[in-house]
């Protein structure tokens, strides 16, 4: 029996610039970094609650695009395919950002992402849901995903499945969790060499500054002390956020040591009022007037 | 041989058949891992360490990962089992057994162990009282109690055999009295079926675990006295096995619970769930009253939170108006 179809109500009216194909340049990563942070602020607007966690959604676009674009080895046909490489959103809050590169890769319509997000029914919950194929842990409590990245990448040395690689993205707000540390431990006792976390180090938790809060430098010391291969760049320029990357995927790179690349970004990033008011914009609401705004900024 | 020992206690019973049980299915399934956090020795899963050092992980004791990092194996082919100490599985890594094992589904095998006062020597931050309690409301999650080593061990079996979540209740240890073999040779143990030990037309015994053998001697002394008292093993407490339980009900009229947990949220509360809208019958709970653990005696202990069959005797007596 065929499932029966949703009906849609709400559609996009904007184009879409950027399309999946490989290789992308620089150039085709920036515009595709751009469409993600469009979508974000589409996603937001549509839907049920006209909100999204927009501030942390908006500082991980190039992470993300750099991921979806050029290094996550994935069939979305065959979410499931046992060879494909991991992507683990640990920062779960930043739903709307993967939902957007999951559609671009073709996981699944882009018409789902103006029509089921944070919707009584709808598939494409504010905090990652393991219900969504190609989501790879339900994520949101935060700190967790560091030890999911460390099951899946024990899982793939204990099958010799040595082309693997699994990426987890932490924010830095949830690096004051401490399971985020049982998990970096546990990385680096288990040798785990094929996993990739990155930081979105956009330096604000949720009430003000993560340094006001709990300041989590030396940053790199700490990353360094539990034995982590560890880099620093600015987590909105794509050609750096590459090569790192490029890097710590290497085998030759300090083998048998996890990596972590910690990704200097902005809450907010894209859209000026929200950088200036980054607190206020953790998790926000959009009318027409703000989504208005947020498109002319972001070139329409 | 001697039983293996441990800091001068017999590793034999329930513990025994969970290491036994452990090297069978390693054995038989490939694909099963076991995380540990540094409770191994004390739940004696030691042994499959040694037999497939490439398929057991400890996290150090680091209980919130060991969930973590069991549901990400279960996502990648694999079975893992997952025995902690039930205080810590259900408390510390509550979250993420919520999240990452209900949530999600994961085809983990959860084995709770010292569960309610079993283990005499640890007290209240060791001794749970509510892991039913918290893994019953938690969707997904199937729950069994096993009442002797050898339902333990086909609890595990059938457990690794179902694709799902499962948390597998059991004791440390009993008083010397109750700590042997208590169901009949050929019992069948089913994940989703509690089973009638002793038929009876007066009042229903309705035990988990330990307080089984503790009802079905209860039961003997009743017919003493007259008294026809039906015993149940309720080893399936999620999803509670409704046909036996209403069955029960019918026939007698009259239910006593007994458990080793805390009386809200447990055994009592899932029997009185299922029969307050099937089959409402006067019903009376024996178990841990609301209270946190200690440390001491075992045999004292029983008393001190009568987990005794005294204690389903007053009940039974005071329900009949005896």
Redesign the interface.
């Known amino acids: 029996m065929e499932a029966e179809r949703p009906v849609y109500h709400n559609t996009s009216t904007l184009p879409v610039i950027s399309h999946y194909h490989t290789p992308m340049t620089d150039e085709d990563l920036r515009a595709f970094a751009l469409q993600l942070r469009r979508d974000i602020i589409e996603i937001t607007y549509y839907s049920g609650t006209q909100s999204s966690h927009v501030g942390g959604e908006l500082s991980s676009a190039e992470i993300l695009a750099i991921l979806y674009g050029c290094f996550l080895n994935l069939h979305p046909q065959e979410p499931e395919w046992?060879q494909r490489d991991i992507f683990v959103m640990s920062k779960g809050h930043c739903s709307a950002v993967l939902y957007a590169a999951m559609a671009w890769r073709g996981f699944f319509g882009r018409e789902m992402l103006w029509n089921e997000f944070n919707r009584a029914g709808g598939i494409l919950q504010e905090h990652c849901?393991?219900c969504l194929p190609g989501v790879?842990?339900?994520?949101?409590?935060l700190?967790?995903g560091l030890?999911?990245?460390?099951?899946?990448a024990?899982?793939?040395k204990?099958?010799g499945q040595m082309d693997r690689r699994m990426y987890v993205l932490l924010g830095d707000g949830e690096c004051t969790e401490?399971?985020t540390w049982?998990?970096a431990?546990?990385c680096a006792?288990?040798k785990l060499d094929n996993l990739i976390a990155l930081v979105d180090y956009n330096k604000y938790i949720i009430s003000s500054t993560t340094a006001q809060v709990m300041d989590l430098e030396p940053f790199e010391d700490r990353w360094r002390a539990y034995r982590w291969h560890t880099q620093r760049v600015d987590g909105h320029d794509v050609a750096a956020l590459c090569h790192a990357i490029e890097l710590a995927k290497d085998p030759a790179t300090a083998p048998g040591q996890p990596r972590v690349i910690i990704c200097d970004t902005k809450k907010g990033a894209g859209i000026s009022f929200m950088e200036q008011d980054a607190v206020h914009w953790h998790a926000g609401h959009l009318n027409s007037e703000s989504y208005q705004r947020c498109m002319k900024e972001l070139g329409l | 041989m001697s039983p293996k020992m441990m800091y001068g206690v017999s590793l034999k019973g329930f513990r025994s058949a969970l290491a036994d049980s452990l090297l069978a299915m390693g054995e038989r399934y490939p694909n099963m891992?076991v995380v540990d956090a540094e409770t191994g020795t004390a739940t004696n899963v030691l042994d499959f360490r040694d037999a497939y050092p490439?398929?057991y992980?400890t996290?150090?004791i680091?209980e919130?990962?060991a969930l973590?990092?069991?549901?990400?194996?279960s996502?990648?082919?694999?079975i893992p089992v997952v025995p902690l100490f039930s205080c810590f599985l259900s408390h510390r890594a509550c979250?993420?057994l919520y999240?990452?094992i209900g949530?999600?589904?994961a085809n983990v095998k959860l084995i709770g162990c010292y569960t309610g006062i079993s283990s005499p020597n640890t007290g209240a931050t060791h001794q749970c009282m509510n892991d039913i309690a918290i893994i019953r409301s938690t969707p997904n999650i199937r729950v069994v109690e096993c009442a002797d080593p050898s339902e333990l061990q086909q609890a595990i079996e059938q457990a690794m055999a179902y694709v799902g979540p499962v948390y597998i209740r059991m004791i440390r240890g009993d008083i010397p009295k109750y700590d042997k073999p208590v169901l009949p040779e050929g019992h069948k143990f089913a994940l989703d079926r509690s089973s009638v030990l002793r038929e009876g037309s007066d009042i229903s015994l309705i035990a988990s675990g330990m307080m089984v053998p503790r009802a079905l001697e209860a039961a003997e002394i009743l017919s003493q006295e007259g008294i026809s008292a039906e015993v149940v093993n309720m080893t399936a407490i999620k999803p509670v096995d409704a046909e036996t339980l209403v069955a029960t009900a019918k026939k007698t009229g009259h239910v006593v619970t007994c458990e080793n947990h805390n009386i809200f949220g447990g055994v009592g509360s899932a029997v009185a769930e299922c029969l307050c809208e099937k089959c409402p019958v006067p019903m009376r709970l024996v178990g841990v009253r609301d209270q946190y653990g200690w440390s001491g005696d075992l045999e004292d202990l029983v008393k001190m939170f009568g987990l005794t069959t005294d204690e389903i005797l007053r009940n039974a007596r005071e329900l009949l108006g005896r």
């Open positions: 046992p849901s393991p790879e842990a339900p994520t949101g409590s700190g967790m030890s999911d990245g460390a099951g899946y024990w899982a793939a204990h099958a401490g399971q049982e998990g431990a546990l006792q288990l | 891992v490439d398929r992980v996290m150090g680091a919130q990962a973590s990092f069991a549901f990400a194996l996502r990648s082919g694999l979250d993420q999240v990452q949530y999600a589904n």
